[in-house]
């Protein structure tokens, strides 16, 4: 077996007494999308943030792609290949969708000094955003501002930026987040063609979408993980269903 | 409704056709005004990439306006005493050349913003602004307490920097080079704004969480935007002292920032030609209503509660009824 793109050992984490990572070891193999399911305040965004960069843990290592990241900031990181959605959607809500797209294939791109050409006249730039748009059904929307876009146009748009930074892993936190039922669908379909791209570390609550999507799923309560196994596995684990799923099932 | 080209297009047409027929009517005043806009827009639309597509509310602009001009008065008073800058390791002589002085100013101003910047940058909001205003005062102070170059008297320029070709003593002459040098930056500012760089800056001004997440790092392009800000501040100061062949310490000081400032709320934040509307409204209230009381800025703080509170989009936005830009 191949050695894990992303790979977390023994991640600690507290604020004050409150340990919000306690020793998390995870990993994300290529191919394959990795859910990180848990109820809410159990540390899962936390965990998101300390991936990326936004926060630094305490004690224990995250590898990505054969590389310690200790000491390397947000910024590092997105370049190295780690794309991001956020849990409340974060776009540039003065820009058009299109503009929007167009800044994290500029980003990916790692040239942002051209101070003379205009960037919507740059094919090298709007072609491959477009495409990006494409894929997450955005089409036609392009010179709406983000603004005023509506909350599930937004989810995608989030997507689509993730998609333009041609990464080599998806955090992706909470997308389905306020989607209502045909957009879950919508984007769980959108997300099981991902996969093939870059394997996916999905943080979600939507248990059908979960269970739909992922190869396997990690279980964190408490800052700890409790289980972590394919879908059979966690459907019938006893302490998960105690702990987790008997809340909502 | 009107459309925001044609108002930008009238407002520089305006811009020049003003001062033309008021130097053909032998009005020469109506032309160094004209001049004084055409100064004071320069130097917000340097205050502009800053402020209004970077987000940076600089407080501090006035540094670089001074240090512009007090770049062109050094030269000037040099070449005026026949006393070279300096002798060691080389000589460096004085020169009253705008061909020279003008790369100088840029120079020196590039290097205070980068400097200022450099250390303001690594705060944000009210902090960013209060550091920018301490900077600004520091040099205010420096020119002060600097007996070689006037200190609190200022500095004259007997004779007026000259341009090969013009006669830069003829008021019309000398708006022909402010003008050209309004254009050059707004046309600069305008393609800076929809360049990579400007996508980049602008996004950062709205999320600078998410332009982190797409890995574009936000300090080294408001460095740059900072830098590129200051430039062109400080060349509209030299220009701003060959328009009165004077420079003092008032070019320096915090209320200077503070009209450069005025200039772009008034005209509207952000808006490519919000410069010269704001800083020709400016100019225009101060003419009309300054000869009727001393107290027109009284006036004017009325009319800038009541754009901040109803216009956000400033004078351009209530005409074009457009609040969004960029």
Redesign the interface.
């Known amino acids: 077996m191949a050695e894990p793109i992303l790979e977390i050992r023994d991640l600690t984490k507290s604020f004050g007494a409150l340990t919000v990572s306690d020793h998390i070891s995870l990993d994300l193999r290529a191919g394959e999308i990795h859910a990180l399911i848990g109820p809410n305040g159990a540390g899962k965004s936390t965990l998101i943030k300390q991936i ?1 960069g936004e926060l630094q843990q305490d004690s224990g290592s995250i590898r990505f792609a054969g590389r310690d990241l200790a000491g390397t900031g ?3 990181r ?2 190295l290949g780690l ?2 959605t ?1 849990q409340v959607s ?6 058009t969708t299109l ?1 929007n797209v ?3 294939v ?3 791109s ?11 006249s ?1 094919p090298s ?1 709007t072609g491959p955003a477009r495409r990006h748009m494409e894929r997450v059904g955005l089409t036609g929307r392009e010179n709406i ?1 983000a603004s005023i876009l509506s909350h599930g146009e937004r989810r995608r748009l989030e997507l689509a ?1 993730a998609l ?2 041609e990464p080599h892993v998806f955090l992706l936190d909470e997308p389905m987040a306020g989607l209502g039922p045909e957009g879950s669908v919508e984007l769980t379909a959108i997300l099981a063609n991902l996969r093939h791209e870059a394997p996916i570390l999905l943080v979600e609550h939507d248990m059908d979408a979960v269970f739909a999507l992922a190869d396997r799923i990690s279980v964190l309560v408490y800052g700890r993980i409790i289980a972590t196994g394919n879908v059979d596995d966690i459907r019938s684990n006893p302490e998960v269903q105690s702990s987790y799923l008997g809340e909502t099932a | 409704m009107l459309r925001e080209t044609p108002v930008n297009i009238a407002l520089v047409l305006l811009l020049l056709t003003v001062p033309v027929a008021a130097s053909a009517m032998d009005e020469p005043f109506i032309v160094t005004l004209a001049t004084k806009v055409a100064i004071f827009a320069t130097a917000a639309v340097g205050l502009n990439i800053a402020l209004g597509h970077g987000g940076l509310v600089s407080f501090g602009h006035a540094a670089f306006f001074g240090i512009g001009g007090y770049g062109a008065g050094i030269l000037a008073s040099h070449a005026q005493n026949y006393e070279p800058l300096m002798t060691w390791p080389f000589t460096v002589e004085g020169t009253q050349q705008m061909l020279i002085i003008w790369p100088v100013a840029l120079l020196a101003g590039g290097i205070a913003a980068l400097a200022i910047g450099a250390l303001s940058l690594r705060t944000s909001g009210v902090y960013f602004i209060m550091i920018t205003l301490a900077f600004a005062q520091m040099v205010f102070y420096f020119a002060v307490s600097w007996p070689a170059y006037g200190g609190e008297d200022g500095l004259p320029i007997y004779v007026r920097n000259s341009f090969p070709g013009l006669n830069t003593l003829r008021p019309l002459d000398f708006f022909a080079v402010a003008f050209v040098w309004f254009l050059a930056a707004t046309l600069f500012s305008i393609l800076l704004s929809r360049s990579r760089f400007g996508l980049a800056l602008q996004g950062a001004r709205q999320n600078v969480e998410r332009v982190r997440a797409v890995g574009i790092d936000p300090y080294r392009l408001r460095l740059v935007a900072f830098t590129i800000s200051g430039m062109i501040t400080a060349l509209a100061g030299a220009l701003y002292a060959d328009l009165n062949r004077f420079v003092s310490p008032s070019m320096l000081s915090w209320q200077t920032s503070g009209e450069i400032m005025v200039f772009i709320i008034l005209g509207g934040v952000g808006r490519h030609f919000g410069p010269l509307a704001g800083a020709a409204l400016f100019i225009l209230l101060e003419y009309a209503l300054g000869g009727v009381s001393e107290y027109w800025k009284f006036l004017l703080g009325v009319l800038l509660l009541l754009v901040v509170l109803f216009a956000h989009g400033g004078l351009i936005g209530v005409v074009t009824r457009r609040r969004h830009h960029g």
């Open positions: 990326c947000t910024v590092e997105a370049r794309a991001r956020f974060s776009v540039a809500p003065e820009f503009q167009v800044l994290a500029q980003g990916a790692g040239r942002s000094f051209g101070f003379l050409r205009p960037v919507l740059d730039l501002l930026m333009a930074m």
